[in-house]
């Protein structure tokens, strides 16, 4: 048993997907499954079982799990104070981003980054919309990424990245299964399964729908997109996603994407960090992937 063992079953348990935890840690699917029975051969006992597509730890589990998160917090902040101590820190970048944009969007100018600077570190964590403007502004994180922000706030800048097309994802029992595209009008009388409200990229949506005179039921608030993605799989209801978030292995088995064929939506993904903070080499490194950004005009903020 080793910290990387423990750091991907914390992330398993985070996020209750195998393909999202193998893209967290730059390892395939077939390895987390490895490392996860290697741990349960260990332990000589089960971890988690499957409910309605769920990942639900066991006792076992739950205990595990809250070792393996200490242990990992403590790993890092030594190695981080062991570096400093050495005289010459080595070169890390820590981003704060929502988890749809974080899982889909950002693991892209991570490995840009990357291929750039191999020997450098980069530690993502995904939080709730509200902590990422927290992590930024204390100097917790380097950088943040978000969705529709929601409100201005002082002394960080605020650049848009990246627009994502959004699209509707139907269960195989739906109406609308086998179908490649939509109109939103279509959507009228619906159950929907939508992120928790006060959410930017909900209000997005309703505002769309609004817009378009479209209502329906909302049946599910979530707070998480594959928890979304679940419930939509099982038949609950349809929801408008990122385009993103739908993997190529999903489209056409557990999900039907269709995109809209009149006026669509897109959200945009924005990329904040303190102006007032110094930037090591690290962090201008990062922000230099986005100079084509850094001339567009500032953000629209509702």
Do not use: W
């Not at 000589?44 to 205990?63: A, D, F, H, M, V």
């Not at 850094?294 to 509702?302: L, T």
């Amino acid at each position: 048993m080793n910290i990387e063992t423990l750091r991907v079953f914390r992330d398993l348990s985070d996020t209750g997907s195998f393909s999202t935890t193998a893209a967290m840690n730059y390892i395939s699917q077939s390895a987390v499954s490895q490392q996860i029975k290697k741990l349960e051969l260990v332990l000589k006992t089960k971890l988690y079982r499957r409910q309605s597509g769920r990942i639900i730890l066991t006792p076992c589990g739950e205990k595990l799990y809250e070792a393996s998160r200490r242990i990992t917090e403590v790993y890092d902040g030594a190695l981080k104070e062991i570096r400093s101590l050495g005289g010459r820190q080595a070169e890390s970048i820590k981003i704060s981003s929502i988890y749809s944009a974080g899982i889909y969007v950002v693991q892209d100018y991570v490995r840009q980054f990357l291929a750039r600077n191999p020997t450098a570190k980069v530690s993502v964590e995904y939080r709730q919309f509200t902590k990422v403007f927290q992590d930024v502004s204390s100097g917790r994180a380097d950088f943040g990424f978000l969705a529709c922000p929601y409100q201005r706030s002082p002394g960080l800048a605020m650049l848009p990245v990246a627009e994502e097309e959004m699209v509707v994802i139907a269960g195989p029992g739906s109406p609308l299964a086998g179908r490649r595209t939509v109109d939103v009008s279509e959507l009228a009388g619906m159950d929907f399964i939508f992120f928790d409200r006060g959410f930017p990229s909900r209000r997005c949506v309703d505002e769309f729908l609004q817009n378009n005179k479209v209502k329906g039921t909302v049946r599910m608030e979530l707070d998480n997109i594959e928890t979304i993605k679940t419930a939509v799989s099982a038949g609950a209801g349809v929801s408008i996603v990122p385009r993103s978030a739908v993997r190529a292995g999903e489209d056409g088995t557990g999900l039907h994407m269709l995109r809209f064929s009149g006026a669509g939506l897109k959200r945009q993904i924005y990329l904040i960090y303190n102006k007032a903070r110094k930037l090591g080499p690290a962090g201008r490194g990062f922000l230099s992937i986005f100079s084509g950004a850094r001339k567009a005009a500032p953000a629209r903020i509702a």
